[in-house]
């Protein structure tokens, strides 16, 4: 039931593009995006309702395709405070309610 | 906005000592959630509540955890008694409703000797 992101890792220098995949065995409602840097707690970037709309704001950007069951997050222009690690949780709906989170994707932005 | 506020943010403790965290939820927030953190298992839900009424303790480990939330502005975590494998990062979260944005505590650093 726990969503899988892909890739686990990545690295990129200053710049540089990234996407961030979230994918699920179990139909979705939403799809919600968080950030958490080292020793902090994660931070909401977005949500994602069921409709496949695409959401973004500054360079970051998110898509949702309910019929594949995934979400993907894009990162463009990469910037040194966007290293972190990246977890999206998924809501199955259906008065579920809860998120259940993915084990997270930690990008490294280096100068 | 205070955001959500938990305490302590570090505990030391024994193995077999009680162990009672604490959580604040945003003013206004009807839903609170209880996370643990750990590398080995990542990020979940160990229960939340909604209007101060639990929802679901699927996530809850097993009969040493316990949670109550006796008002809308607190919220209690408590083991006993502590075991070292429940040594984690738990936070607590909470949101306007249920399928909203969640906002995070700081945490709690919990290790048990």
């Known amino acids: 039931q726990q969503p899988v992101q892909s890739p686990q890792a990545v690295i990129l220098r200053e710049g540089e593009d990234a996407v961030i995949n979230c994918s699920s065995s179990?139909?979705?409602?939403?799809v919600h995006w968080y950030r958490q840097k080292h020793g902090e707690a994660p931070v909401f970037l977005m949500i994602?309702?069921?409709?496949?709309e695409q959401k973004g704001h500054d360079k970051i950007s998110a898509s949702f395709n309910e019929k594949k069951q995934q979400s993907s997050l894009y990162l463009t222009a990469s910037q040194l405070s966007y290293s972190g690690t990246y977890f999206c949780g998924t809501e199955k709906g259906g008065g579920s309610e809860k998120l259940v989170f993915g084990k997270g994707t930690k990008l490294t932005v280096n100068p | 906005d205070a955001g959500v506020i938990q305490s302590p943010r570090h505990e030391v403790t024994e193995m077999g000592q009680e162990v009672t965290l604490r959580c604040k939820p945003i003013s206004g927030h009807n839903s609170l959630f209880w996370y643990r953190q750990t590398m080995m298992r990542g990020l979940e839900l160990l229960i939340y509540f909604n209007n101060n009424v639990p929802i679901d303790d699927s996530g809850m480990p097993e009969d040493r955890f316990s949670a109550k939330m006796p008002n809308a502005s607190f919220s209690t975590l408590k083991i006993q008694p502590s075991e070292p494998r429940d040594s984690a990062v738990y936070f607590c979260?909470?949101?306007?409703?249920?399928?909203?944005?969640?906002?995070f505590g700081p945490g709690t650093r919990l290790l048990v000797l």
């Open positions: 994602l309702l069921k409709g496949g």
């Open positions: 979260a909470s949101s306007l409703r249920s399928s909203e944005t969640q906002y």
């Open positions: 179990k139909a979705l409602y939403s």
